[in-house]
C-alpha cells in the first residue's frame, strides 16, 4: 500500500521556485508519522538517486545536500502529517523526479535506511 505521496513538481524557469508537498497517505505513516525522520531525494536522467535533504521527526534538525543548501528547505507539519521542500533558485541541474521518504531508525541522508517511498514527482527547470 502506498504510504506517501509527493505533488507539486512541474516545469518552471531557471531562477524559479516550487514547493513539494508529501503526504502520509498509509495507515502506518497516517498513525505514526510524528515518528519518522522524513527526506527528500531526487533522480535524474540517467543517474542515481540522490539525497536532497532530511528533517528529524521532531522538527528539530535538518540536513541538506552541498548542491541545494541555501536555495532548498525542508519543512514538516506533523499535526498534517505533512512534509515539504521549498524550492528556490532553481537550476537546471534540479531537473529530476524528486521522492519522498520516510525513516523510523535515525535520521540519514542514506537512502538505504529509508522503510517508506512516494512514486516520486517530477520537476523540470528549462533554461
Known amino acids: 500500500q502506498v504510504q506517501l505521496v509527493e505533488s507539486g513538481g512541474g516545469l518552471v524557469q531557471a531562477g524559479g521556485s516550487l514547493r513539494l508537498s508529501c503526504a502520509a497517505s498509509?495507515?502506518?505513516?497516517?498513525?505514526?508519522?510524528?515518528?519518522?525522520?522524513m527526506g527528500w531525494f531526487r533522480q535524474a536522467p540517467g543517474k542515481q538517486r540522490e539525497f536532497v535533504a532530511t528533517?528529524?521527526?521532531?522538527?528539530?534538525?535538518?540536513y541538506y545536500a552541498a548542491s541545494v543548501k541555501g536555495r532548498f528547505t525542508i519543512s514538516r507539519d506533523n499535526a498534517k502529517n505533512m512534509v515539504y521542500l521549498e524550492m528556490n533558485s532553481l537550476h537546471p541541474e534540479d531537473t529530476a523526479v524528486y521522492y519522498c521518504?520516510?525513516?523510523?531508525?535515525?535520521?540519514?541522508?542514506?537512502?538505504?535506511?529509508?522503510?517508506?517511498w512516494g512514486q516520486g514527482t517530477q520537476v523540470t527547470v528549462s533554461s
Open positions: 498509509g495507515p502506518i505513516l497516517r498513525n505514526y508519522f510524528s515518528n519518522y525522520d
Open positions: 528533517i528529524s521527526r521532531n522538527n528539530s534538525v535538518a
Open positions: 521518504a520516510a525513516n523510523q531508525l535515525y535520521i540519514s541522508r542514506t537512502e538505504g535506511r529509508y522503510d517508506y
